[in-house]
């Protein structure tokens, strides 16, 4: 099939070295060019974004910085692992009608998609595969999509046109590449710019309904994250195991329900594959409707079918192979007697001996997930072009990882990664959105707690906490009513209770004299919430008493006696008139497992308040001084919900005591030996 080049970008070339030679996969958002490193005579893919005319500037220049942006996440990741397609470079290039638009330079890669493979195979009539076959044939795209979970990285379109295999898909090798990490984000941010649709009539999405999670249908059900890319990874393995996608039809709401529907999992068992129990039991936790009910990360889910396969939990970077030595014992099994399905965008050549090896792009694999952001519900049965095989020697195998950096007891470690801190749709203080990039770091699990505190100035390393409030504006009835508070003044009855009642420096003297330090008013509101812009620790569901600790109808209650009225956040008790103890609320954990980060009391942080700027941050620490230090997460008489939100900030004095604040400590991570 002859692909128009509408860009007219062959023959020229690009950033002075890329010579383009043809275009070869047209998929919804991209062109992918066949093109020629000039200097190093080398072929490439170019990757040649293509939906900007539809948008105004503002939206075009935010589509744009997140096409570089994800550019750069995927060449971080892709130099960690040869299992991932790798980015070579990125930029503008302007047309030759004078339009500037993105480009990313990607590996050129020759074999075929599994997409492809299991299609052929259907026609052929082969039998699908064994789990061990199946195992053995994905690992290297499990270990990659595990090192990128370990990273806080999230593909959100896992799908058998984005796995590329390389070599001969029932041998004993087959190299493997995982496509289009980044591309599900790019579209999302397309589809929110809200004016581009495609030719077809198509619905933009950023998934591929068929091994979409529940999630990615609607965000009612929490939100995406590694374990989104477990659902869809088991999807795919299913279709292995089975010979056919689990799930099929021609309407986006029928395999929205198929997602969501308890009552049947598509698990191997459901379609009376022979699997062992146990495997059975991994499938129907990778596939379950909940987020969290599933594992958390790819790691997880392959450790678990490497063990009830008989073999060793998956290691990052020191893969012991499933064995070579044939397959399982059949002992084990019972008796035998990453915003559109996998819509592929090919390009067919003259026919030629039926078994000659594909000819296929990697990066035109890439554009083809860019294809499925044209949702329509049909498969592809083209076939790729076809050329003389050319040798690909096998990638070489990633060096050992290090082990896990290790965090001092009682912390969480957070792996760092990229997100947007802040809210466009929040209050002035909240704006604007922008991208931070946080190193590791390390955070406690739960606030400071009277006792901690307590223990830290009886040894002469704090000073002691004050059981009296201080703060701008305090009057006799404050101090009647708050005084009472200060958890310090009852340490037998709220020793588990968090510290409150301390400025910032006593704060800030006790992480330090902890081996520690406050964190950062990033680190907090990563921690808090994540990479992927959920509205509460747990998820976008509206605050309610099982989640935290805020004003409810005991809160209320106790304004009432003691004449300070209060509004509560809901109508139901939560349990406690003021703060709890520390852990209370299980249920509202952040996706790191922070306990009360919102609610209970807010915490100082190390920075001074300055309003936040549009460019994009490493590490931001916040000004060299100031007046007013920022303390975040809201406290046990929070009546609004904006107030216990990750991404609200308030400026406080720091001389200031106050019942309603206490603090966390963070600390950089050890290396492990």
Excluded at 32 to 47: E, F, G, P, Q, S
Excluded at 67 to 75: P, S, T
Excluded at 234 to 246: I, K, Q, S, W, Y
Excluded at 626 to 654: C, H, L, Q
Aim: one cysteine or more; charged letters at 20%; a negative charge.
């Amino acid at each position: 099939m002859l692909i128009e080049d509408s860009l007219r970008l062959t023959g020229t070339v690009i950033a002075d070295k890329y010579r383009v030679d043809a275009v070869v996969a047209e998929g919804g958002m991209a062109f992918v060019y066949r093109a020629t490193h000039i200097l190093w005579d080398r072929r490439v893919a170019l990757k040649v974004f293509k939906v900007l005319g539809d948008l105004g500037k503002g939206d075009k220049d935010r589509l744009v910085e997140s096409f570089i942006r994800e550019g750069a996440l995927l060449a971080d990741l892709s130099v960690r692992t040869a299992s991932i397609c790798q980015a070579r470079d990125v930029g503008m290039l302007q047309t030759p009608a004078g339009e500037s638009i993105p480009f990313i330079v990607l590996e050129w890669l020759e074999g075929q998609s599994l997409e492809h493979v299991l299609e052929d195979e259907r026609a052929r009539a082969l039998p699908p595969r064994t789990l061990v076959e199946t195992l053995r044939l994905l690992e290297p795209a499990a270990e990659a999509l595990a090192l990128a979970h370990r990273l806080g990285i999230v593909h959100r379109d896992i799908k058998p046109a984005n796995l590329f295999l390389l070599g001969d898909p029932r041998g004993a090798e087959c190299p493997v590449k995982l496509l289009d990490f980044g591309i599900a984000k790019v579209v999302m941010d397309a589809q929110e710019a809200g004016r581009h649709v495609d030719r077809t009539g198509g619905l933009i999405t950023a998934f591929t309904p068929a091994y979409a999670a529940p999630e990615q249908f609607s965000r009612a059900r929490g939100a995406t994250g590694p374990w989104t890319d477990v659902f869809s990874l088991a999807m795919v393995l299913v279709e292995c195991l089975l010979g056919r996608p689990a799930v099929e039809g021609d309407d986006f709401l029928q395999m929205a329900f198929a997602a969501g529907d308890a009552s049947r999992r598509p698990t191997p068992g459901t379609f009376g594959v022979l699997v062992s129990d146990a495997v059975e039991q991994v499938f129907e936790k990778a596939l379950a409707v909940a987020p969290e009910a599933r594992f958390g990360s790819v790691g997880e889910l392959w450790s678990a079918l490497r063990v009830t396969s008989g073999e060793s939990p998956l290691q990052l970077g020191a893969r012991s192979p499933l064995s070579s030595r044939g397959p399982l014992s059949l002992g084990t099994f019972r008796d035998a007697s990453e915003p559109d399905p996998s819509l592929s965008v090919t390009a067919s050549a003259a026919p030629v001996a039926p078994r000659a090896t594909a000819l296929w792009v990697a990066a035109a694999l890439a554009a083809l997930a860019l294809a499925a952001a044209v949702f329509v519900f049909s498969r592809s049965h083209a076939s790729p072009p076809v050329a003389t095989q050319v040798p690909t020697p096998p990638p070489p195998k990633p060096a050992p990882a290090p082990p896990p950096p290790s965090c001092p007891t009682g912390m969480i470690y957070i792996p760092g990664g990229q997100f947007f801190m802040g809210s466009d749709d929040g209050l002035p203080l909240e704006k604007p959105s922008h991208n931070v990039k946080l190193a590791p770091f390390c955070i406690d699990t739960y606030e400071v707690t009277t006792d901690r505190y307590l223990a830290c100035s009886d040894a002469g390393k704090c000073k002691r906490a004050s059981a009296t409030n201080d703060f701008p504006g305090i009057t006799r009835h404050d101090h009647d009513v708050f005084d009472p508070l200060c958890n310090v003044q009852n340490p037998s009855t709220r020793g588990q209770h968090p510290i409150n009642c301390v400025d910032w420096e006593r704060a800030d003297t006790f992480c330090r004299a902890e081996g520690g330090r406050l964190p950062t008013e990033a680190e907090w509101e990563f921690a808090a919430r994540g990479p992927d812009g959920r509205k509460y620790p747990w998820g976008d569901e509206d605050p309610n008493p099982t989640y935290l600790n805020a004003c409810g109808s005991e809160c209320v209650a106790w304004g009432k006696d003691h004449r300070y009225p209060l509004t509560g956040m809901y109508a139901a008790g939560d349990g406690f008139a003021t703060t709890a103890p520390v852990g209370s609320f299980p249920a509202g954990k952040s996706r790191y497992g922070l306990m009360d980060v919102v609610g209970n009391v807010w915490e100082w942080v190390g920075d001074w308040y300055a309003p936040y700027g549009s460019k994009a941050e490493v590490d931001p620490a916040g000004p060299a001084e100031g007046k007013s230090r920022v303390i975040r997460g809201g406290a046990w008489n929070g009546a609004e919900p904006s107030w216990v939100r990750p991404t609200f900030r308030f400026m406080n004095d720091p001389a200031s005591r106050s019942y309603g604040v206490g603090f966390r400590c963070a600390a950089a991570p050890t290396a492990t030996d």
